[in-house]
Structure formats: C-alpha cells, structure tokens
C-alpha cells in the first residue's frame, strides 16, 4: 500500500491549500462594501478539505453524498462558465481560459466520489466521506475514466506550470482602472444586496465587485447578473479607492497563486486518481 | 482567478497575456516539451502507485535482469536488492525524482537542469529498471514497449534541448538542437531498430503476437481487454506475417524523414497512427488500468517524437537536404 504517511504528506498540502484559498477569501473581505469572492478560490477550499478528507480518514468532514451534492454544483457552475467562454473565445478557451481547468478538477472530485461511493464495500460502508487510506482503500468503478481524468488534469498542471514560469500570471494584485463598460457588460460578476454596488455608488467610485463563489453556483445565474458590473469599474482584492493593494495582500490575492493552487490540486488528484485505480 | 472577478476586459488587462491566444505564439519545441514534462509526471504519479510498495517492485526488476549478460545483469541484481531492503524510501525517491524532472521541465528557469537530468536519470532507470528492455537478451518487442520507453525520454531530451545549431529555421523541431543529419541520423537508428526486433526470432514465433496482445488484455477494463483479445485472435497463427508487415512499417517509417516534406508527412502519419494502435492495443494504455505500470509506455512517446520530426510548413530546406 501506499505509506500513510505519504497520504499525510499530500493531505498537509491540501490543507495549505485550503488555507490559502480561505486567506484569499478573507482578504478579498466579502463583508466590506465592494468586496470580492471568486468562486475559484471557493472551490479550491471546497476541493482541497475533501481531498484532504479522503487522503485521511480523520480529516473527513462531510458524507460523501454532501461532497457529491457540493461538487455536483460546482460542476455546474464551471459548466455553465466553460460554455460562456468557449463561446466568447473559441476552443482556445479550454486551453487559455480559467475556467475549464476548474471544471475538469470538480467533475474529478465529482467523478472520485460517485465512483468511490458505488464501488464502496460493506466493510467501509457506513463509513463517513472517502477514504482511500489503509484496509479501506479506496478503489474506483469506471478506471478508464480515471485515466482520462488524470491526464487531463497532469496536461492542465504542466501548462499552468509553463505559464506561471513564463509571467503570464502576475505575482501581485494589479490594478484594474475604469474599464468601459461595454468590455465588462458581459461579466458574470454579481453584487451583494447592500454592497456599494448594489446602492449604486456612482461610476467614477473605485470599487469592486462581489463575485457570487460556490453558493452562488447553487442558484445558478440570477436575471440581472452582470448588471452591477456595468456600471462600475473595479480593482481587484476588495481594496477601497482605487489603489493596488501591496505586500503580502498583493501576493495573496495575486493570480499566480490561485494558479500555484490549482497546481498543487491537479497533481495530488492526478496522486489520487492513480493510487485508487 | 477566474474573470468573473473582473470581467473579461480586466482580467486581460491583469493578466497581461490572457487575452491573447496562448497557444499561437507558444514555440513547437516548447510544446513538445510540456507533452515530454507531462509524461515525466505521470511516471513520477504512477511511481507512487500501491504496487510500487510491495515485493512486487523489486521482483520486477529482478525480473528485467533475466538474459542479460552478467555484468549487465549484476548491477540489475543490486538495484532490485536494495530496493527490495529499502523499498518504502527508495521508491519515493524515484516517484519524487521523475515528478521533480516533469515539474523541472515545465518549468521555464529549469529545463535546461530538467532536461540533463532527465537523460542521466533515463540511462540509469534503462539499464537498471529495465534491464536495456531485453535487447541484449533477444526478447525485445516493439510492441510491448521496445527498446524501453525510458530511452525515448532520453532521446527527446535530445532533440528537444532549448538550443539553436544554426540561423538558418530547421525543417522540423527535432533538427533545431542537433542539427538535421543528426536528427535524421536518430530517427532511422530508432525506427530501423523496431524494424529489427520486429523480426528477431521471438517475435516472428507463431503465436508470438497474440500472446502479447492476450497478455496485455489481463486486468484490463472489458473494452480494453476486448480490443486485445479481437486483436490477438485475428493474428493468431499469423506471427511471421504480422512481424513481417510490422517490419515493413517500421522501416518505410525509418526512411521517412529522408522523403521530401509531403511523402514525409504522409510517412510521419503512419508512424502517429501506428504507435497509437500499438499503445492502445499492443500496450494496453501503458496498463496502467491494469495497476503495476511504472511509466504510459512507448506508444505516446514514439507520438512525441513523430511529431518533433513533423516538418514545418514554411521556412527550412526540403527534409531530403
């Protein structure tokens, strides 16, 4: 078998992940009138608490049917963003977009669960979420789609690799000034009811948008989405007039380490995928 | 991050590159040296595999030492026994060195490093994981996987190092570090070799084929195992022919990268075709649904490097020159 404590290797690692992603989140400072959540970082919290879960047994948190309803929605939701870019760009977006990575991490974690769950024993099955450690490992009904899913996911790592070591991605918070309205009339960006947004600060106000995260994937799009961000320039990281934010909180809420994020996630479920086929 | 952040306007903005397609201005080498860090991980993921923690890691290298000459055979011998005394470590350290040569080589700062020790680490896991793939014993099949897919990381190094021979734009990818004689040179060698052991007395046995092809179907998923076992019954009895056309394949293959651009093309695609016919059936994706594969196999590899010789569409002399 494969050694636990290399399964708490990878699991440590899920949980940086997911205190990263959480960091991020905080930082973005929903609660603050114009701040920001972006529903990668909350899948990448999501993701990496139920990798970490099923890497390790005591770290389990939600059954695997709340993990198959939550990554059922997220699957929908970079679906739903997929179509939206594909549409927009082309195939290319698959290849240079943002979201499809993220689908293909959450149908993996959709896949690993339904699998998992159907092909579960009756020694493990009145066990708590995955578990792919120990007597119990873990093993996968549908291999070959495991295969599939874990080449994807390793040709997605290596070219995110490639981009991060060629800059496409920068290392800190950017500004984002007055972008024209026609250019953001079709984001997908959403406001908080009593945010600055949604009390309509006036178009010259830096501010930012709130960015509906996971939950939101729950309702699916909503009449009116985009709308606050037509109105509004913004910047990025919740940070308050129109000023980049600097030190850590720059790098913290830079792109380059959602995409350091998705890196690590796409190799440990490559890890995963492999060690349960 | 995804846009929805920002809108579309401002993550292109943020991103610098983002709106632009990514893959247009990508380098064909630079290309075909992710495809070359993809499998160095995905040997570095399979390594970490269960199996690789049982006996049956050491054994299977023990097993790679069989006709071999001894002074060949005893530094297998070694390698499987100190693997088998320190197997939990040892083989995390192989798993954690080819997911470091992937990481390595996707890395932009790194590939050169990546790239060098990749070679090293090639030649070593050649000879001692895989005992030369059977050349020296007679028993190299280039269906299943000879002469070591190991050696075709090696060889794609090569011709992918991030270096330039001359001004002058090559005809392909795979001539740019090496220059074209060299290129050509490594391309016949290989595909001359598979024709070779196509033929060796082994292969040519009646039923040589198809019980590689029945062999591969154990454990698999049933499609897969169907494939191998439609596959093994139409050659069945058929092992001199089927080595014989095999043969014939590999050497017009050989010969391709000499034929001018169009012929070479038509030539290249044969040999795409057939590697992925010989990695889905002969191989059996690698078996890696099977459990117990240490790499994907020849089959994607032999792909790569066709595809390092696909001759550009402007630009070079005519592959022939």
């Not at chain 1, 198959?68 to 549409?87: E, K, M, P, S, Y």
């Not at chain 1, 991605?169 to 079709?186: K, M, Q, T």
């Not at chain 1, 501010?207 to 009449?223: D, E, I, Q």
Request: charged share 10%; with cysteine; net charge positive.
């Amino acid at each position: 078998m494969t050694p636990a404590w290399l399964l708490d290797i990878v699991a440590a690692a899920m949980l940086a992940v997911a205190a990263l992603s959480a960091a991020r989140l905080v930082a973005a400072r929903p609660w603050r009138r114009g701040g920001v959540i972006i529903d990668t970082d909350v899948a990448h919290l999501l993701m990496a608490i139920a990798m970490a879960g099923t890497l390790t047994p005591r770290l389990s948190t939600l059954p695997d049917s709340g993990w198959g309803v939550i990554f059922g929605l997220l699957v929908a939701w970079f679906a739903v963003r997929v179509t939206r870019d594909i549409r927009r760009s082309g195939l290319r977006a698959l290849a240079g977009g943002h979201c499809a990575p993220h689908f293909v991490h959450s149908a993996s974690m959709l896949y690993m669960v339904l699998a998992m769950t159907a092909a579960a024993s009756p020694a493990t099955a009145g066990m708590d979420g995955m578990d792919m450690s120990g007597a119990s490992a873990m093993t996968l009904r549908y291999p070959t789609l495991a295969l599939l899913f874990a080449f994807i996911l390793v040709g997605y790592s290596i070219w995110d690799l490639d981009q991060l070591s060629g800059r496409r991605y920068a290392f800190g918070a950017a500004r984002v000034p007055g972008i024209p309205l026609p250019a953001i009339a079709d984001s997908a960006a959403l406001t908080v009811p009593g945010s600055a947004m949604s009390r309509g600060s006036g178009p010259t106000t830096p501010t930012t948008g709130y960015v509906r995260g996971a939950a939101g994937a729950v309702a699916g799009p909503v009449p009116g989405e985009g709308a606050m961000g037509e109105r509004l320039p913004r910047t990025w990281g919740g940070h308050r007039g129109g000023h980049p934010p600097g030190g850590n909180r720059a790098f913290l809420l830079s792109p380059a380490v959602t995409v350091g994020c998705r890196i690590a996630m796409g190799v440990a479920m490559a890890f995963m995928l492999f060690i349960a086929i | 991050m995804s846009d929805l952040a920002l809108g579309r306007a401002a993550l292109q903005g943020q991103l610098g590159a983002e709106g632009r397609p990514a893959a247009a201005s990508l380098d064909p080498r630079r290309v075909l040296q992710l495809g070359l860090a993809a499998a160095w991980l995905l040997d570095g993921v399979l390594q970490f595999q269960p199996f690789m923690y049982t006996k049956a890691f050491p054994q299977m290298l023990t097993a790679s030492a069989a006709g071999n000459p001894s002074v060949i055979a005893r530094p297998i011998i070694w390698n499987a026994n100190l693997a088998s005394h320190h197997l939990v470590p040892l083989n995390t350290i192989f798993a954690t060195i080819q997911l470091l040569l992937g990481l390595g080589i996707a890395l932009r700062p790194t590939v050169r490093p990546a790239l060098a020790a990749s070679v090293v680490w090639s030649l070593a896991v050649w000879w001692l994981g895989e005992g030369f793939a059977g050349i020296l014993g007679g028993t190299a099949n280039p269906v299943d996987g000879a002469p070591g897919a190991v050696i075709l990381y090696a060889l794609l190094a090569v011709l992918l190092w991030p270096a330039d021979r001359s001004a002058q734009p090559p005809p392909y990818v795979a001539a740019r570090a090496v220059g074209v004689r060299a290129a050509q040179a490594l391309w016949l060698v290989l595909w001359l070799s598979l024709a070779f052991f196509a033929v060796i007395p082994a292969n040519r046995a009646q039923g040589a084929l198809s019980d590689v092809l029945t062999d591969a179907a154990a454990g698999e998923p049933g499609w897969l195992a169907g494939l191998d076992k439609g596959a093994a019954s139409l050659v069945a009895g058929q092992g001199l022919a089927a080595a014989v056309a095999l043969a014939v394949a590999f050497f017009v293959i050989a010969v391709g990268v000499f034929l001018p651009r169009r012929a070479a093309r038509a030539v290249l695609g044969l040999a795409i075709v057939l590697a992925a016919l010989i990695w889905v059936i002969g191989q059996a994706l690698g078996m890696i649904l099977a459990t117990g594969a240490t790499d994907p196999n020849s089959g994607p590899l032999l792909i790569l490097l066709a595809l390092a010789y696909w001759p550009a569409s402007t630009g070079g002399p005519e592959l022939a020159r």
